[in-house]
């Protein structure tokens, strides 16, 4: 697996290529919290009784993009890929569980986030519905998904340290 890059966020920009980069940025985080580790390691969780890896983190994070952007977004109604008997299936991993499988189901899931966000303006409210009855416009998901990565990257931040030591943006 290549060394993730992540960009920084454009200073001077419009509205989308803003949201776009910060939530690039935030995709790009993760995937550097993970870098340099074996299963082993990002399987290992935070503090009990969390139940937070990097691993479950990842198999999360594949999850609420494909909520939002391919089920409250576009529609689609695709199924869970970890939850669907487990409402935190994608926490509960296993010595079966590989990064190399969450890795690619996740990278997946944002190239159809990315696919689905760019057929839309910002202002466009998506043809399904969250869970709640709810639609949403795609500003409104692209603010969510910045913020949810956000939340987890600071979780993640801490699990990397209680592994290996290593800190940083």
Request: aromatic share 8%; proline share 3%; glycine share 8%.
């Amino acid at each position: 697996m290549t060394t993730p890059e992540r960009t920084e966020p454009p200073t001077n920009a419009g509205e989308r290529d803003m949201l776009e980069g910060w939530l690039d940025y935030h995709r790009g985080t993760l995937a550097v919290k993970c870098a340099g580790l074996d299963d082993e390691q990002l399987r290992q969780l935070s503090v009990p009784p969390s139940e937070i890896s990097l691993l479950g983190l990842v198999r999360h994070m594949a999850e609420v993009e494909r909520g939002w952007f391919r089920n409250v977004l576009a529609g689609e109604g695709a199924e869970y890929l970890y939850s669907n008997d487990d409402r935190d299936g994608d926490f509960h991993v296993t010595e079966q569980d590989t990064y190399a499988e969450a890795y690619a189901t996740w990278q997946a899931e944002i190239a159809r986030s990315r696919e689905l966000a760019a057929s839309r303006t910002l202002d466009e409210v998506g043809t399904g519905k969250h869970h709640s009855g709810e639609t949403f416009s795609l500003r409104w998901i692209m603010t969510h998904m910045i913020e949810e990565y956000a939340r987890h990257n600071g979780h993640a931040d801490l699990v990397r340290e209680r592994i290996d030591g290593a800190t940083g943006e």
